[in-house]
């Protein structure tokens, strides 16, 4: 079920970039901010265990505090961002990428990020339309977008954003919006249980981890929304993605084989690839194999 009226299904991707671009914002926030609220978490609960004093992490408004204070500033000289100053991309090209205060250099990939997030939501709502599923497959591609840049930091895939997309892609499918909801329980058991296996087999026969948790957690996301039957693809494409940008980056970069690249963001762009175009490209290859 969607919106029918002719102009507001025209209008609707268009609103969906200019929703992105303000969400993308608010996702650098994310992406600097949780990571950080995690590590004082961790040493308060570590201090604690001590026995010694620790500087208590704030928990007010469901514990998200920490992403709306304290307010924006520049980490150079501390400038108090203003509000014309935080426009999505615009004020960093009025800006020409420094701070209005100090003059030192913005990092690009502040409008880098809220220009993705405008292009893939307007993708995603072009693609849905003005429907239940575009609204669940952009609050799903919003989070692989803050998880594919936090393990690109970090190399951790935060349960606090992980864990409520598995919910999420099971809620949604109570009604069949992406798949049944069987589909969508097995998919997301085998989404966990798939890379667990691989780690655990890993581990036994080189003594080391290959992967991490987060990476079970986010494949059972798309198995949550997208059902068991896109599980494949999105294993294969992820595997073939990571395989060719690590193998570029040691042959052209000189990149240290030992150093690990984290999985995480090639799962969220399979995952992205098979939330549009899934279901096309197992038929595809069904007709090819002559099973169509």
């Known amino acids: 079920m969607g919106l029918t009226d002719p102009l507001l299904v025209a209008m609707a991707p268009y609103a969906a970039l200019l929703l992105g671009l303000v969400v993308g914002s608010f996702l650098n926030v994310v992406i600097l901010r949780l990571p950080r609220h995690m590590r004082a978490e961790l040493a308060e609960a570590c201090a604690e265990l001590r026995s010694e004093q620790a500087e208590p992490v704030a928990n007010r408004l469901f514990g998200l505090d920490y992403l709306i204070h304290p307010p924006s500033t520049c980490p150079n000289c501390g400038h108090a961002i203003r509000a014309w100053?935080?426009?999505?991309?615009?004020?960093?090209?009025?800006?020409?990428g420094?701070?209005?205060?100090?003059?030192?250099?913005?990092?690009?990939?502040?409008?880098?990020?809220e220009a993705v997030t405008g292009f893939v939501s307007l993708l995603v709502v072009w693609h849905f339309g003005t429907t239940v599923a575009a609204a669940a497959a952009l609050i799903l591609v919003w989070a692989l977008i803050a998880l594919t840049?936090?393990?690109?930091?970090?190399?951790?895939?935060?349960?606090?954003?992980?864990l409520p997309m598995v919910w999420l892609g099971?809620?949604?499918?109570?009604?069949?919006?992406?798949?049944?909801l069987t589909s969508a329980v097995i998919g997301a058991a085998a989404g966990y249980l798939t890379l667990w296996f691989v780690f655990q087999v890993f581990r036994l026969f080189t003594g080391r981890e290959g992967?991490?948790?987060?990476?079970?957690?986010?494949?059972?996301?798309?198995?949550a929304?997208?059902?068991?039957?896109?599980?494949?693809?999105?294993?294969?494409?992820?595997?073939?993605?990571?395989?060719v940008v690590g193998v570029a980056l040691i042959v052209l970069r000189g990149r240290d084989r030992q150093i690990p690249i984290p999985f995480g963001p090639?799962?969220?762009?399979?995952?992205?690839?098979?939330l549009l175009w899934g279901d096309a490209i197992n038929r595809s290859y069904l007709q090819l194999a002559g099973f169509g």
């Open 85 to 96: 100053e935080n426009i999505p991309v615009l004020s960093y090209l009025l800006l020409r």
């Open 98 to 113: 420094r701070c209005s205060n100090c003059h030192a250099p913005i990092g690009l990939r502040y409008p880098v990020v």
């Open 149 to 162: 840049v936090i393990d690109l930091d970090e190399q951790l895939l935060p349960d606090q954003l992980t």
């Open 170 to 180: 099971l809620i949604v499918n109570v009604n069949g919006t992406f798949t049944d």
């Open 211 to 223: 992967m991490g948790y987060g990476d079970f957690k986010l494949l059972a996301v798309f198995g």
């Open 225 to 243: 929304f997208l059902g068991w039957q896109l599980l494949p693809q999105v294993i294969l494409l992820s595997s073939l993605l990571g395989a």
């Open 266 to 274: 090639y799962l969220a762009v399979a995952g992205l690839v098979a």
